[in-house]
């Protein structure tokens, strides 16, 4: 088998409390989770395609795009990355009718255990998918909110508590610090009570989802590997985990090669 296309972040779906991944390259989807074991080789041909307008780009931008719609696109603001910071009321959302369809829409605040217990904010919507894309092990939906501001708000004030970044290395070699999500959620709740009650957020059930990923063996030392610098990688896949493809060479983070052009060959 032999594909060819510009590839984007894999798409992922929950079956049970299983991952399952299928890479997009060019029009076809590639299920990820049939190749587990098998030698592949990914090939980057030199090109990036900015997957808004299609022109070639240099580097690829805000995970593929070129720089003018990095620029222009409300979804490459800087208040994608910090929510709390959200200026759509002050008239200045890059997009506004963007902005109304994706922030102005129920969100979660929720805990998560990628490599240790760590809160974030989704639209709602967008759940499983967030947590299989961060390599989260379980994750616990807390608060729910109509619009992203207001889940940033609360995200930005349990910051103080609990930690908000993943440590990728420590998820990939499945090193997670155990945590017991609910009983974190009940120590954590009630330092935000006066804010989420005055941005009227709905307490969630104590639903923990668990998440397996398709790993047969997760590497002991992390070697990161890019098409930048290596065209061509080709190895054993031994898992998925988060964006990242687990081969036998090395780890690849697809996600950040958005919009590179590449060929796959199953050998
Ligand atoms: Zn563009």
Redesign the pocket.
């Known amino acids: 088998m032999q594909k060819t296309g510009n590839i984007q972040k894999m798409h992922v779906t929950l079956d049970g409390e299983n991952a399952r991944y299928q890479l997009p390259i060019g029009n076809d989807l590639i299920d990820m989770n049939a190749l587990m074991e098998r030698t592949i080789s990914l090939k980057f041909n030199g090109k990036i395609i900015?997957?808004?307008?299609?022109?070639l780009?240099r580097k690829s931008y805000a995970q593929g795009?070129?720089?003018?719609?990095?620029q222009n696109l409300a979804r490459c603001d800087l208040c994608i990355m910090r929510p709390e910071t959200c200026h759509h009321h002050l008239g200045t959302c890059r997009e506004s009718a963007w902005g109304l369809e994706n922030c102005f829409t129920p969100h979660i605040v929720y805990l998560a255990l990628s490599s240790g217990v760590k809160v974030g904010i989704t639209r709602k919507n967008n759940t499983p998918s967030r947590w299989i894309d961060q390599g989260a092990i379980a994750a616990l939906p807390i608060l729910e909110v109509d619009t992203r501001l207001k889940s940033g708000k609360i995200e930005h004030a349990l910051k103080t508590h609990v930690n908000d970044k993943t440590n990728w290395r420590k998820m990939l070699k499945n090193e997670v610090e155990q945590a017991n999500l609910v009983a974190v959620k009940k120590q954590l709740l009630p330092k935000v009570f006066e804010l989420s009650t005055n941005l009227d957020a709905t307490t969630l059930n104590d639903e923990v989802l668990k998440i397996n990923y398709p790993v047969v063996e997760y590497p002991s030392k992390i070697v990161s590997l890019n098409f930048d610098k290596t065209p061509e990688i080709k190895g054993a896949l031994q898992g998925i985990k988060g964006q990242y493809l687990l081969l036998d060479c090395g780890v690849i983070n697809i996600r950040k090669f958005s919009s590179y052009n590449i060929t796959l060959t199953l050998k």
């Not at 900015?50 to 022109?55: K, P, T, Y």
């Not at 795009?65 to 990095?70: D, E, I, T």
Request: aromatic share 16%.
């Open positions: 900015c997957s808004n307008c299609g022109a780009t795009f070129c720089y003018s719609c990095c």
